[in-house]
């Protein structure tokens, strides 16, 4: 069975990739920020950690090149929607969100996905890194 460390700051994203995961047969564990991830990445035994890369405090890339040093077999997703900018709130020269995940593939990340994004693309991506591992 493989286990997963979850870090998103959206308790809605937690939850429902928690619910795809563990319909798969894994077994999820989530933090709703950088620090607290870092604290069960210490003390676990993950196979794959799926973090965020917009949180606040800690950042997800931040968080990844630390996992990335103290864990150098574990398989790492980040996930990013570049900020969720409102209508209101609409940034024009913000950071795209490309630009957001390439700084975490240049971290540590094996694999990253834009949010949203489909359930059959996240179970894709974790049984195609849990294959990679087995090799």
């Not at 990013?80 to 020269?93: M, V």
């Not at 995940?101 to 996905?113: F, I, M, P, R, S």
Request: proline fraction near 3%; charge should be negative; glycine fraction near 8%.
């Amino acid at each position: 069975m493989t286990k997963i460390l979850l870090i998103d700051d959206e308790t809605d994203v937690r939850e429902s990739v928690s619910r795809v995961l563990e319909r798969e047969g894994h077994t999820v564990q989530t933090a709703e920020n950088a620090e607290a991830g870092l604290a069960l990445a210490k003390n676990g035994n993950f196979d794959i950690l799926i973090s965020d890369v917009i949180m606040p405090g800690i950042d997800g890339v931040q968080a990844i090149r630390q996992i990335r040093n103290s864990h150098p077999d574990m398989k790492i997703i980040a996930i990013s929607g570049g900020g969720n900018f409102g209508r209101r709130a609409y940034q024009p020269e913000a950071i795209t969100t490309t630009a957001y995940l390439q700084a975490a593939v240049e971290a540590g990340a094996d694999w990253v996905l834009t949010k949203p994004f489909e359930r059959s693309e996240l179970v894709d991506c974790v049984n195609e890194l849990i294959t990679a591992t087995k090799q």
